[in-house]
């Protein structure tokens, strides 16, 4: 499979997973199971994704910012794209459903009905953004997820409205779980944890062109020096661990999946040649771009190489 996108979209993955219940590739609404296509191949990434994953029975274990997480029947599991996901492992009768909003619809309904605010409030204030519903919540928003569903695949006149209201109804019945949960939450995130989550959305929206953090310090209206200790401070991690991930993941991704000439691709990525764009991919994989790209198996995961900087 041959693409031209720059990032992870939910185009990318219900064609990786052959997904038919998808609207205008910006919704996507589907049982997910040990049955679903190529659901244990996906090594850690970032994805251009707003998910919501519902389980109705079993188990499953994801990989989520490198640490691993088990949820189970009842929990409302809410990923973000400044979350680093994979699945790991799964119960033989493990069974969701996973409804997926591109960032850019979902961010739009945040911005135009306040009280949905409250859903990046959560994001940014939950260790691990998991919400546990009682059985009449799960069962009212499992309903509502095999609605949105049903309606992907129903083309009508009013298609469109009827999925939007619907989005809307599965938007304000999570929204009540979550408020609630979010009582027991801390009172705020504390401000490094905010800084982190701001840097982690400069970062995704300006990385191919932006190697440097002096660039997303002055995005943040901070110095460098600044943004690099709480960076560390909240990870343990630099700020080069993410920006170069980020790129050798986007690399490896147009090299396995593209037609592009490494030049090219050296170009779209911002390095100043090809020689240091070589020398990049080189020190991160142990291999030349054209070697990789000779190497790769014809069908990988559409962006799917690891961020935290390994081949897999």
């Known amino acids: 499979m041959k693409t031209d996108e720059k990032i992870i979209r939910l185009s990318d993955l219900v064609a990786y997973h052959h997904v038919k219940e998808v609207y205008k590739d910006s919704i996507a609404c589907f049982r997910m199971d040990n049955s679903l296509v190529n659901i244990d191949t996906i090594p850690p990434a970032f994805a251009d994704i707003f998910s919501f994953i519902l389980v109705s029975s079993g188990a499953a274990t994801f990989s989520i910012n490198c640490a691993t997480h088990t949820i189970g029947r009842g929990d409302m599991l809410l990923i973000s794209p400044s979350m680093l996901v994979s699945v790991t492992g799964q119960t033989p009768d493990f ?125 943040l209206c901070i110095s460098a020096t600044y943004l690099s200790r709480v960076i560390r401070q909240v990870t343990g991690k630099t700020a080069g661990y993410f920006i170069s991930g980020l790129l050798y993941a986007e690399a490896c991704r147009l090299l396995a999946l593209t037609d592009k000439t490494v030049q090219a691709i050296a170009a779209e990525l911002h390095f100043c040649d090809q020689s240091s764009f070589g020398k990049f991919f080189r020190n991160k994989s142990g291999i030349s771009p054209q070697q990789y790209r000779t190497e790769s198996p014809g069908q990988q995961a559409p962006g799917f190489t690891s961020a935290c900087g390994t081949r897999t």
């Open 95 to 219: 069974a969701a459903m996973d409804l997926m909003c591109e960032r850019s619809l979902f961010e739009h309904m945040l911005s135009t009905f306040t009280p949905y605010r409250s859903y990046s409030l959560f994001f940014c204030s939950a260790a691990l953004p998991v919400v546990k519903l009682s059985e009449t919540q799960a069962e009212d928003i499992s309903a509502s997820m095999r609605q949105i569903s049903a309606s992907t695949t129903r083309p009508c006149a009013y298609q469109e409205a009827i999925i939007s209201h619907q989005m809307h109804t599965f938007l304000l019945q999570l929204l009540e779980c979550i408020e609630n949960s979010m009582a027991a939450l801390p009172a705020a995130v504390s401000h490094a944890e905010s800084l982190f989550h701001r840097f982690i959305s400069e970062l995704i929206a300006h990385y191919r062109e932006e190697h440097c953090i002096e660039f997303y310090a002055r995005q």
